[in-house]
């Protein structure tokens, strides 16, 4: 009998059929549990901080983070963009970094790892490793430049983009990465086209892939073993990485605080974010969709998104997000459990 | 304190900032009920017991499982399994399959030879079991396990009851029963066979018992009036499946007709095709949906090729054949006579129409109730008549093996409560875990596994078994595919989950505990745990 269980195309653990997609298991051997399920993971990201309830980033950046410090046995810095994850954790005089941290601004988080590799490396102490890190607002849009340049450099630097698809921290205004149709404070649901606008915004991995960098891919707080593998093969590798984690966050979203990672599962099933991995320019594999849901199980748990439920006009606009997520099952072969590995 | 130019404050860490204060509902762990425990007659603990099978040790399961069932294997043969039909993953793939697993552990144990510990002190009080079957023995266990002296009387020449005398060796190899009532046997208790009770208050005295429990079964075939011609052979299917346990085999002929259409029946029919029958046929009033035989039996009797005429009533029987009444079913779906007739070759008649109870040793017992045929029992399965307890066929219940051995137990509790002069209460339920308090995500796919069956060329000629058990690496699997409904398995879901590092991990064994000073409450745990362990109540504010 077989007795291992593919995770999603991308890991194989043994057969424990009782929790094998938990976090941890009693009967699991230490090698098939996640960093989280262990007493003395770093907990880079301690209690105390600022968060909302049930907030996504805080969990994605503490998965991330531990996962990086064990696979760099604690030589880690972290470079932070001025965002949520900045604001929440250091209002002035406190921390809840267990770990050298920096930040200096929105849009130069890229610049400022790079710098921070570089100094490391001349002071002779280049298993120091670095991770800058932001959201989606400070990478996608006003650190672009700065991340552009240390993905052309090849710079030695781990960035890692916590989408919440939105400027979350300033009262939750649109950002290239807000999908379609979502209302924010800047894209009201009002007027002939409500909510964000059909056809603008940006695929930041994809942006990535086509620097031809060593290694890009994205990862949700719904799946741990997929996003810590997903670490520990970033920090294996040099050069320029990036690692984009999809990050509910529920007052941007008004969603309920316990669906967090309900949410971020749903995202994945419907299709609406391919999780998948890129090495030099090129797709090498993808996470299957286990249990594929319409769109609509996706949409309704949110808010920004309840004007599409009131009306027939809406109605056309989930079947438009919904060939959306069709494009990308056909594009990142999400269906296809055959073939790539 | 100096400070730096342009510093005021000491920096610090967010620990200071208890984000506690935050919550207006706070998560609780929980235990609740998981569905197949709740749903076994005999109240086994199998999710406990599944759990230590999962991890490889069975010998603590098994031991977990005899707390309160001494009958293992003979359960993973005869059970109904209705912790199966309650299974909450029979609505994720398939449910878990507890009785080929609660099989495999009962004869881990015939194979290794274990024993169950003694007692560890006598009570001093004698206690008499009348009936060799599955509830008495099960009383009898218990009582022993308990401290009490325990006495068995049976009338027939062996113990085990309906186990022995009802249920065919093909689907109970007779090994397998005596090992498990040898074993019930070692603890101490005396086996009297051959002796009857005809007077219970009488015997007890006599005996200085101190208390009875009654078992007798119910083996007293119904009969029902068909007018016969003198050659007509008529036998009753009790008095059939009793006479395979003795030397001389019953002579039924090449065709065979079964009254009936209840578990007896099958039985009835498919033994007599194993004793050579060339048409077995089971004759019924009603149709197969109403039938209360179960349905996977019903289901190996027609792979067997046994015959079922439904909406069918025997009129008259006479050397050689059968007058039968085809049937209508009325409104209420009750069969009513339509005036047509048939007739059917047969060699005998067997009468499957149910089984009364001997109620003699009672006679003259006073304070007793009987209605229809059975004893009436409190609830704790006392009768009328102080100190005499009753459980089984003889007392107002489903009649099968596993609520025989449940009545076993709760009747020894009661008993031993009553001896101590105090009334046994048992423990609250906690809620039941049902399927909308799970969070299945987690389960990784893994359908059940199936036993294999006997071909169907032995099946119809031989009394071997014809359902085999698991081996060790597929019953380990098996077992692994419990949900854990209800209670915290140690997944590290909500430790691992938590944006706010707010659940302590106590250690293998130890479970979790909530770090109420950080947690804010966001329920994210509760909704990710996968087994409901994890409940949300509002906090008093």
Not at chain 1, 81 to 100: D, H, N, R
Not at chain 2, 134 to 158: C, D, K, N, T
Request: aromatic fraction near 8%; include cysteine; charged fraction near 25%.
């Amino acid at each position: 009998m077989d007795d291992s269980t593919s995770l999603a195309a991308t890991q194989k653990l043994r057969f424990y059929q009782k929790g094998t997609f938990t976090v941890g298991n009693r009967l699991a051997s230490e090698a098939d549990r996640s960093v989280q399920a262990s007493t003395d993971r770093s907990n880079a990201l301690t209690c105390g901080h600022r968060a909302c309830q049930g907030c996504g980033e805080a969990l994605g950046a503490r998965y991330a983070l531990d996962a990086a410090l064990r696979a760099t046995g604690g030589n880690l810095i972290a470079v932070n963009a001025t965002g949520c994850l900045e604001v929440f954790t250091t209002p002035y005089p406190e921390t809840s970094w267990q770990i050298p941290w920096v930040h200096s601004l929105f849009g130069n988080a890229a610049a400022v790892a790079t710098g921070v590799a570089a100094a490391m490396r001349v002071k002779g102490r280049p298993q120091v490793r670095v991770v800058a890190q932001g959201g989606d607002g400070g990478t996608t849009d006003i650190g672009f430049g700065c991340l552009s340049g240390m993905f052309e450099r090849n710079d030695d630097v781990l960035y890692i983009c916590y989408d919440n698809e939105g400027y979350m921290n300033t009262g939750v205004q649109r950002s290239s990465a807000t999908p379609p149709a979502a209302r924010t404070a800047t894209t009201p649901a009002m007027g002939p086209e409500p909510g964000n606008v059909f056809g603008t915004g940006k695929s930041m991995p994809k942006i990535a892939v086509a620097h031809g960098i060593p290694y890009v891919a994205t990862a949700t707080v719904a799946d741990l073993h997929d996003l810590e593998r997903k670490v520990v093969k970033a920090m294996g590798i040099h050069g320029a990485r990036y690692l984009q984690i999809h990050v509910p966050c529920p007052p941007g979203w008004g969603s309920a605080s316990q669906d967090t990672i309900r949410l971020a599962r749903l995202a994945v099933e419907c299709g609406m974010f391919p999780v998948f991995e890129a090495e030099h320019g090129v797709v090498t594999g993808s996470r299957k969709i286990r249990r594929r849901v319409p769109v609509d199980d996706y949409l309704k748990l949110q808010r920004r998104f309840a004007h599409l439920f009131t009306t027939d006009e809406g109605k056309g606009r989930i079947s438009q997000l919904q060939a959306l997520a069709d494009r990308n099952i056909a594009e990142y072969r999400l269906l296809d459990h055959e073939g790539d590995a | 304190m100096e400070h730096p130019f342009a510093i005021s404050l000491d920096v610090g860490t967010s620990l200071a900032n208890l984000t506690g204060s935050w919550r207006t509902s706070r998560p609780v762990y929980v235990d609740r009920l998981p569905p197949c425990n709740n749903a076994c007659p005999a109240g086994e603990n199998i999710q406990s017991w599944l759990y230590y099978a999962e991890s490889g040790d069975y010998e603590t399961a098994w031991r977990t499982l005899t707390i309160d069932n001494p009958m293992p294997a003979v359960m993973g043969r005869v059970c109904y399994h209705p912790c199966e039909s309650a299974c909450n993953r029979a609505q994720v793939d398939e449910a878990v399959g507890i009785n080929s697993v609660e099989r495999f552990l009962g004869d881990e144990a015939i194979r290794n030879g274990w024993r169950f510990a003694p007692p560890l002190a006598d009570s001093g009080k004698r206690v008499l079991v009348v009936g060799a079957g599955p509830s008495g023995l099960s009383a009898a266990y218990h009582l022993r396990r308990i401290g009490h002296a325990v006495e068995i009387r049976e009338a027939g020449p062996f113990s085990g009851g309906m186990m022995r005398f009802g249920i065919p060796k093909y689907r109970l190899p007779r090994d397998v029963l005596d090992a498990e009532i040898n074993r019930i046997i070692e603890l101490g208790v005396v086996m009297k066979l051959n002796s009857k009770v005809d007077r219970v208050v009488e015997s007890m005295r006599d005996g200085r018992f101190d208390a009875a429990f009654l078992a007798v079964g119910a083996h007293i075939g119904k009969r029902s009036y068909i007018p016969a011609g003198s050659a007509a052979k008529i036998l009753d299917a009790v008095a059939l499946l009793r006479s395979m346990e003795g030397e001389d085999k019953p002579l039924l002929g090449r065709r065979v007709v079964v009254y009936g259409g209840g578990n007896t029946a099958i039985d009835a029919a498919r033994t007599a095709k194993r004793l050579g029958a060339t048409e077995a046929i089971i004759v019924y009033r009603r149709t197969r949906d109403r039938m209360p035989a179960r349905d996977f039996e019903v289901e190996e009797a027609l792979q067997e090729g046994i015959m079922m005429k439904w909406l069918s009533t025997i009129k008259r029987m006479d050397e050689g054949t059968l007058t039968v009444e085809k049937m209508q079913l009325d409104d209420k779906g009750f069969p009513q006579p339509t005036g047509e007739f048939e007739t059917l070759e047969t060699d005998s008649l067997v009468l499957a129409l149910g089984q009364d109870v001997d109620l003699s040793l009672l006679d003259g017992v006073p304070g007793l109730q009987i209605n229809d045929g059975v004893v009436q029992v409190a609830a704790n399965m006392m009768t009328g008549y102080a100190g005499i307890f009753a459980g089984g066929d003889m007392v107002p219940s489903e009649r099968t093996v596993t609520v025989a051995v449940g009545h076993g137990k709760k009747a020894a509790r009661h008993i031993d409560a009553w001896l101590r002069g105090t009334v046994y209460a048992p423990p609250e339920k906690h809620e039941l875990a049902s399927i909308d308090k799970l969070n299945t995500w987690y389960y990784a796919d893994a359908p059940k596994t199936v036993r294999p069956m006997l071909e169907i060329a032995r099946r119809q000629s031989t009394f071997e078994e014809v359902q085999g058990g698991l081996d060790e690496t597929n019953a380990l699997y098996e077992a692994r595919r419990c949900l854990a409904c209800g209670n915290c398995f140690e997944c590290d879901n909500c430790y691992g989950v938590c944006p706010d590092n707010a659940v302590i991990k106590l250690g293998p064994g130890q479970r979790f505990r909530f770090n109420y000073d950080y947690c804010k409450g966001c329920g994210v745990c509760a909704q990710e745990c996968p087994c409901g362990a994890i409940a949300m109540v509002p906090e008093e504010i």
